[in-house]
């Protein structure tokens, strides 16, 4: 059945460090990867997104990479700030038959100053 | 423009009032969606549109009735609703409905049914 499994569901960082989510999909013909950040009481926002055809993407500190042979996905962000504070969402769009898409449960970051 | 925008941001209503959410986009997308969300919960998706026809309605009951009068609008009709039925309602678009399209999230409507 179609899944993705998010964790951790939730992270605490001292500002400045890193931090990693890892989201694993089960639908192989999956293709396309977003990432997803809200705010409280905020829409959730577009943040990074990889295609199948691509191993790693990276915009300033935000990075993701994809593993398809082992179908999961991670969000990297480097030098945390306390606006990266935030719930991320990942997904993994149902590819076979009618297209949509498979949220993940959410993880909530705190990064703390 | 490249925003969708929801109306109104929150509504209370009881349970025998009717009410509509209105949604807009004018990026020139063909699919849209209705999205339900729970406190700390990701995104439940309830309908989708695909050039102004309804394409997905994921079991969702009748007591929300969608409405697409054309491609930059998308209504969700409210009747009878239920005190469990208070979230938050998320409306999307992307260019079309398909494994690979980024979507766009309006603002939400806060919703409170008494």
């Known amino acids: 059945g179609e899944n993705v499994e998010q964790h951790p569901s939730t992270l605490s960082v001292q500002e400045g460090d890193s931090a990693v989510i890892k989201c694993t999909y089960s639908?192989?013909?999956?293709?396309?990867f977003p990432w997803y950040k809200q705010e409280l009481g905020k829409r959730p926002q577009l943040i990074i997104d990889?295609?199948?055809?691509?191993g790693e993407k990276k915009d300033q500190r935000i990075a993701v990479t994809l593993n398809k042979t082992a179908k999961h996905f991670s969000l990297h962000i480097t030098e945390t700030q306390p606006e990266d504070s935030a719930v991320y969402f990942c997904?993994?769009?149902?590819?076979?038959?009618?297209?949509?898409?498979?949220f993940g449960t959410g993880t909530r970051l705190k990064v703390l100053a | 423009d490249t925003e969708v925008t929801q109306t109104p941001k929150h509504l209370v209503m009881g349970m025998t009032n009717k009410k509509s959410l209105k949604c807009e986009q004018h990026?020139?997308?063909?699919?849209m969606y209705w999205y339900k969300q729970k406190a700390k919960k990701p995104p439940e998706l309830m309908f989708v549109?695909?050039?102004?026809?309804?394409?997905i309605n994921e079991s969702v009951p009748s007591r929300f009735s969608p409405e697409c009068p054309n491609s930059s609008l998308l209504n969700l009709h409210l009747h009878a609703l239920q005190p469990e039925d208070s979230a938050l309602y998320l409306c999307?678009?992307?260019?079309?409905?398909?494994?690979?399209?980024?979507?766009?999230f309006g603002p939400g409507t806060r919703l409170t049914v008494l």
């Open positions: 999307a678009s992307s260019h079309r409905v398909s494994s690979d399209n980024e979507q766009f």
């Open positions: 639908d192989s013909a999956s293709n396309y």
């Open positions: 990889i295609r199948s055809n691509v």
């Open positions: 997904a993994a769009p149902r590819a076979s038959g009618t297209y949509k898409y498979i």
């Open positions: 990026m020139g997308h063909r699919a």
């Open positions: 549109y695909s050039y102004e026809k309804l394409s």
